[in-house]
């Protein structure tokens, strides 16, 4: 730490190579593109390995976890490890809960600190809140609204910025997020209102959280698929709004991709260019999925 601290220019890359070269040193190989994810050179042992900084997630064979990598670990650092191994269980990573239930299912719930820390910045009692929708009735529409002061605009950024760290644990919120971001270099009255209106549905839908439980290699949303042996079901929907800016009249893509029925990823983005059309405007959410 202390030859790394003048500039801190390389102190992350230094630290990747010493938990890189140890995790090697454990028959760990990373994956080409993604350093930070890792496998075990023996797959018949089916061991993972995401590392984010000094927070590491750990898939595998127990026994060979606790008794064979953590001990490597505990060799050249002070860890504690928390183990999800039945029913009940649960364990902290990057600020989220991951908690096993009886019937297989892992609830990803992120940590309520955060919502209680917007609403102090907003100035909102918990407590009060009983908004049904992340979404203000008003918030598509032509803001005519002037801009909120310098203090209110600082508030409004901080809670944009914790907004959008939670994104990715908030599908259900992905697409307020995504218009209360473009709003960041000048909030108007009206974008205050409609994040007053989210944080205020965060506060009353805490136990609103990601579900994910594995049905089946060939087994998506909907249906089954007929696949050859080895092989697993991903599945990629996208959607559009059309103009929904009626501002700048540009559309809104939406993706979710699924692996065996579990949601990997989904996001809500503002596509770039003006779409002449709707099926322009599926194309465009198409090509993004």
Known sequence: MKRC????????????????????????EAFPGAPTILRHCDLSRRMFVNIHVDDILVVGQRDYVLNKFVPCLENKYEIST??????????????????????????????????????????????????????????????????????DAKAFRTCVGVLLYLAADLPHCQHVVRHLATYSTQPTVRSMLVLKHLVGYLAAHEDVCISLKFKGRSDGIFHQYDLPPGESAMEVYTDSDWASDKDKRRSV?????????????????????????????????CSSG
């Open 82 to 151: 928390q183990v999800i191994a039945k029913p009940g269980d649960e364990l902290h990573f990057l600020k989220r809960r991951m908690t096993l239930l009886s019937d297989s299912r892992l609830l990803i719930q992120t940590h309520h600190k955060h919502v209680q820390q917007m609403c102090d910045v907003l100035g909102l009692n918990k407590a009060l809140q009983r908004k049904k929708s992340p979404g203000h009735a008003e918030m598509d529409q032509c803001d005519l609204s002037g801009e909120i002061s310098p203090q």
């Open 253 to 285: 893509s939406c993706v979710v991709i699924f692996w065996s029925g579990m949601m990997l990823y989904s996001a809500s983005r503002t596509q770039k260019l003006v779409s002449l059309s709707s099926a322009e405007a599926e194309l465009y959410a």
């Open 5 to 28: 601290l003048p500039g801190q220019r390389n102190a992350a890359l230094r630290w990747h190579q010493h938990i890189g070269g140890l995790c090697e040193r454990s028959g760990l």
